[in-house]
Structures are given as C-alpha cells and as structure tokens.
C-alpha cells in the first residue's frame, strides 16, 4: 500500500463549480497534511495545510481532515480555468514530507 | 517563506557525463532536501542535505551517483555523476521553513536535465 493515495485523474469540473480532490494516507501517527499545486512544467507551489481535525477555509481553497480515517481532502469553490493544474497531496510522516502522485484537474470553460 | 534559486535552471547533457545543480536560499533553513521528479510521476525524495555532514540517502538512491554538498545553512549542490538518459527529470531542492507557527516545505524553480 502506498503512503500516500490519489486518485491520478483527469478531473474535469465545469467553470464556477466545486471541485473536490481526496488524498488517504497510511501512517497514523502523520501529523501535518499539505496540498501543493503545480502547473506543468513548474515546481510544486504550497496552497495550504492542516494539522488539526475539520476543517480549514482560506479564500476559494477548503482542506478537511478527519484523522480517524486517515483522509484529507481540498475543495475549490467556484473554480477557474487558472485552477487547471496537478494538486499533490504531501504528508508529514516521521519527519520526511512523502507525496502522493497528484491528481490532474482540469477546469472546462 | 523562503526565497529559493537553482542553477542551472535547464540543461542537455550527454550520457557519461556529471552535472552539479546549485541550490541558494534566501535565510538560512536547518533541513534540505533534494528530489527528483520524473516525467509524469510525483516527487520523489532522493536525499537530505545536512550541514556538516554527510548526507542521508533514500532507499534506491546512493552516494556515488548523487554526491550533495552542504557546506552552510543557504547552499547546497546535487550531483548527478555518470548520466544516462533514465536520469532525465526535474531535479527540485526544497527547504522547510516557518509559516507561523507552523513548518511547512518551500520548492525551489526546479532543474530540468535532459541526457541523450
């Protein structure tokens, strides 16, 4: 089993929508969660992160935690074109930063 | 958060050959890291760069092929020695730093190696 599990994608979501990417982990002890996006051909781009159970807004970006299933998640609310990107979940486990493998999302005008 | 560079920020190179990338930060940071991001694929952590000594290698990923330096809290260098063309990625230095009060990872521009 992989440390860290996206679903690969292409997630396509149509312009003002929600699009919600879901990342499970496998280390219980994680403490720290973080989303990255990165566009092609660029470096990875830190948009937000969690440490604590539920929920955490930041402009059109919400990441969720529920730590007893082992699930972090990001929604963007009335997504963009600029929003296409690949959106990487990364968690904290035993003082190493792993990755997921992103998931492509793909805003439709 | 930290302002990170990289040099080279591209190159073509021919199989055989070794190439240093620079990474330079902005503040000094205590833990770097080095990885590598191969088409397609998510990162994947080859190193951690410690000041000082010598540096600590994921599985797979070995010493004689990529020699780090550290010689102080802003600079690190990534060599990848003996190129073949599977080496062909995006090579990123990383850097954790303070947002908060929290520690959150910060990428540098990337490297992006192409051996023929």
């Given at each position: 089993?992989?440390?860290?599990?996206?679903?690969?994608?292409p997630?396509?979501?149509?312009?003002?929508?929600?699009?919600?990417?879901?990342?499970?982990y496998?280390?219980r002890g994680?403490?720290?969660?973080f989303?990255?996006?990165?566009y092609?051909?660029?470096?990875?781009?830190?948009?937000?992160f969690?440490?604590?159970?539920?929920?955490k807004?930041?402009?059109r970006?919400?990441?969720q935690l529920?730590?007893?299933?082992?699930y972090?998640?990001?929604?963007?609310?009335?997504?963009?074109?600029?929003d296409?990107?690949?959106?990487?979940?990364?968690?904290n486990?035993?003082?190493?930063?792993?990755?997921?493998s992103?998931?492509?999302?793909?805003?439709?005008? | 958060?930290?302002v990170?560079s990289?040099k080279?920020?591209?190159?073509?190179?021919?199989?055989?050959?070794s190439?240093?990338?620079?990474?330079?930060?902005?503040?000094?940071?205590?833990?770097?890291?080095?990885y590598?991001q191969?088409?397609?694929?998510s990162?994947?952590?080859?190193?951690?760069?410690?000041?000082?000594s010598e540096?600590?290698y994921?599985?797979?990923?070995?010493?004689?092929?990529?020699?780090?330096?550290?010689?102080n809290?802003?600079?690190?260098t990534?060599?990848?020695?003996?190129?073949?063309?599977?080496?062909?990625?995006?090579y990123?230095?990383s850097?954790?730093?303070?947002?908060?009060?929290?520690?959150?990872?910060?990428?540098?521009?990337g490297?992006?190696?192409?051996?023929?």
């Open positions: 089993q992989k440390e860290v599990e996206q679903n690969s994608g997630l396509s979501v149509p312009e003002g929508a929600i699009a919600s990417l879901n990342c499970t496998s280390d994680s403490q720290s969660f989303w990255y996006r990165q092609s051909g660029k470096s990875p781009e830190l948009i937000m969690i440490y604590s159970n539920g929920d807004e930041d402009g970006f919400t990441a529920n730590k007893a299933s082992q972090v998640s990001l929604l963007i609310r009335d997504s963009q074109p600029s296409s990107a690949t959106y990487l979940c990364a968690v486990a035993a003082s190493k930063i792993i990755f997921g992103g998931t492509r999302l793909s805003i439709r005008p | 958060s930290a990170i990289q080279p920020s591209r190159d073509i190179c021919q199989r055989g050959t190439l240093t990338i620079q990474c330079q930060v902005d503040s000094q940071v205590t833990m770097m890291f080095w590598r191969q088409p397609g694929q990162l994947t952590l080859i190193a951690t760069a410690n000041q000082g540096a600590t994921e599985s797979g990923f070995v010493i004689d092929k990529f020699p780090i330096s550290r010689p809290l802003t600079f690190s990534l060599t990848v020695s003996n190129m073949s063309p599977e080496d062909s990625s995006i990123l230095c850097v954790v730093g303070t947002s908060g009060s929290s520690d959150t990872q910060y990428f540098g521009p490297t992006r190696l192409t051996v023929l």
